[in-house]
C-alpha cells in the first residue's frame, strides 16, 4: 500500500484518528491538521503539497549526513539481505556491532573504548545510570548512588530519563521520579550570569554548583555527574569554556563519575567527533545516538570509559540488562557507513574550520542587530536566537514562548525548518550545510523576524 493513494486530507484524519503523537497537545493538533513530510533530499525537506523547506534542525538534530544517501539506503538493503536480525545475547555476536565497536572506540576520547548499544537515546541513558550505579555497588559503595543533573536539562522520555532530566512539565506527569537524582544550576550565562560577572566566572560558579551539590550529600553518597555539553532541548545553551573543566576537576577531586550526554553534540555537531574534546574533558560514559546514523536507522551507543568497563569486566558477573534491539546488525551497517560518509567528505573538520566560524559570523552579523534579538549565539553548527521584547532589559513577550512561535511559523514560511523552545529560536542543521545554505538561512530568518516584529508590535 502506498500513501500516494491518499489526499493529504485524509492523511490527516487518519493522523487524527489513530496516531498519538510525542510531545503534542493532540486536540489543537487534530483542530489544525498535522504537517505531513513526504520526502527529502540534500538539506531539504518536502511535505505532502509539494513545498521544498529548508531543515534547520537535521530532522530532530539527527540527519548529520543530510538527506537522500543511497549508499545508506544499499547498506541497509545489503545488511537485511545477508541477516536482517540476530541479536547479542548469550555470547551471540554479528559483524556489524563488533566493527563499528572497534570504529567508536577510535573516534571516541582518550580512555573510552567500550560500547554498549541500544535503539535510543534513552534508553542509552537508562544503561547509562543503571551502570554507574552498579560499578559502585561492584566496587563496595553502594550507598554512592546519588546523581547530580541540571535544571532543563533534557535525557530523553523514558521514567528514567525523565528524572535525569530537569524539565519541570515533564517531572510533573511523571508520577514519581527514580529516587536520589537532584538537579543543579544550568551554565546559562544569558539570564542567570550577576551584573558585571565575566563569562568565565559565571562558568565557575556554575561549576560551583555541582561541589554544593556533592557536599552537601557528602561525597560517598554521589555516584556521578551527567550533563548535556551543550543544553539541546533546553535552548542551545552553551556553557563559558571554564565550565566543563572546572566541573571535571570537582568530580575529580570527590571520586564522582563524569557522565556526557552527547546525543546531540556526538558526531560532529561542534565541530569535533565528540563536545568532550571540544570542551578538553574525559568522561567516564558518552550516551550517543541520533547522528550515529544521521536518523536513517534507530540506533544508541553508550560509549564506556576503561575505569567502570573494567570493574563490569573483572567483578561484574553478568550484567542483567539489554535490549533485543541492542547492536542491531541493519542499524550498525548504516552506522559505519554513515561514519564513513562523514569521514570521506571531512564533514568534521569543515563544522570547526569553514561552516561552524562562517554560521557564527552570520548570526552575528546579520541577526544579532534585528530589534527582536536578545542573544545569539553558537558553536559549530548548533545556534541559538534569543526572542526578546526589549534588547537592553531583555525583557521578554508574554505569554512566555508565545513570541518564537510566531517566529518560528513566519520561518516556515518563509521556507526554513527551525525550532522554538521557550523563548529561544535554535538552529542545528545537517552538517553538509555550505556558506551559501547558511546565507539562505539567515535572509530567510531576518525575513521571518521581520514579519514577527510587524505582528508582534501590533499585539
Ligand atoms: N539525550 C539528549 C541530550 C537528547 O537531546 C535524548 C537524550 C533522548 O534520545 P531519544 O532517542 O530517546 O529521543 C535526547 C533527545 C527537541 C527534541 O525537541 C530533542 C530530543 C528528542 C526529541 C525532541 O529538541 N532529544
Known sequence: ??????????????????????????????????????????????????????????????????????????????????????????????????????????????????????????????????LVRHYWALEGKPQKNRIIARKMGYHGSTIAGTSLGGMDLMHKQLGGAVPNIVHVMMPYAYELALPGESDHDFGLRAAKAVEDAILEAGADKVAAFIGEPVMGAGGVKIPPMSYWPEVQRICRKYDVLLMLDEVITGYGRTGEWFAAQTFGVEPDTITTAKALTSGY???????????????????????????????????????????????????????????????AKALQERIAGHDLVGEVRSIGLMG????????????????????????????????????????????????????????????????????????LRRR
Not at 558477573?317 to 571531512?346: D, Q, S, W
Not at 513570541?403 to 552538517?431: E, F, K, N, W, Y
Open 1 to 130: 500500500m502506498t500513501y500516494q493513494n491518499y489526499s493529504l486530507k485524509q492523511l490527516q484524519q487518519i493522523d487524527a484518528a489513530h496516531h498519538l503523537h510525542p510531545f503534542t497537545d493532540h486536540k489543537e493538533m487534530r483542530e489544525t491538521g498535522s504537517r505531513i513530510i513526504t520526502r527529502a533530499n540534500g538539506p531539504f525537506i518536502y511535505d505532502s503539497e509539494g513545498t521544498e523547506i529548508l531543515d534547520g534542525m537535521a530532522g530532530l538534530w539527527c540527519v548529520n549526513v543530510g538527506y537522500g544517501r543511497d549508499e545508506l539506503a544499499d547498506a541497509a538493503y545489503a545488511q537485511m539481505k545477508e541477516l536482517p536480525y540476530y541479536n547479542s545475547f548469550f555470547k551471540c555476536s554479528t559483524p556489524t556491532p563488533v566493527l563499528l565497536a572497534k570504529k567508536l572506540a577510535e573516534l571516541a576520547p582518550k580512555g573510552v573504548n567500550q560500547v554498549f548499544y541500544g535503539s535510543s537515546g534513552s534508553e542509552a541513558n537508562d544503561t547509562a545510570l543503571r
Open 297 to 359: 536507522q534507530p540506533l544508541s551507543a553508550l560509549l564506556v570509559g576503561d575505569r567502570i568497563a573494567a570493574t563490569l569486566v573483572e567483578k561484574g558477573g553478568e550484567f542483567y540488562h539489554g535490549y533485543t534491539y541492542a547492536g542491531h546488525p541493519v542499524a550498525c551497517a548504516v552506522a559505519l557507513k554513515n561514519l564513513e560518509i562523514m569521514e570521506r567528505e571531512g564533514l568534521v573538520d569543515r563544522v570547526k574550520n569553514d561552516t561552524g566560524p562562517y554560521f
Open 384 to 455: 541559538a536566537i534569543e526572542i526578546v521584547r526589549d534588547k537592553a532589559t531583555k525583557e521578554r513577550f508574554l505569554p512566555a514562548g508565545s513570541a518564537a512561535v510566531v517566529v518560528r511559523d513566519h520561518a516556515i514560511a518563509q521556507g526554513l525548518m527551525l525550532r522554538a523552545t521557550g523563548d529561544t529560536m535554535i538552529l542545528s542543521p545537517p552538517l553538509i550545510w555550505t556558506r551559501e545554505t547558511i546565507d539562505m538561512a539567515c535572509e530567510r530568518i531576518a525575513k521571518a523576524l521581520d514579519l514577527a516584529q510587524a505582528d
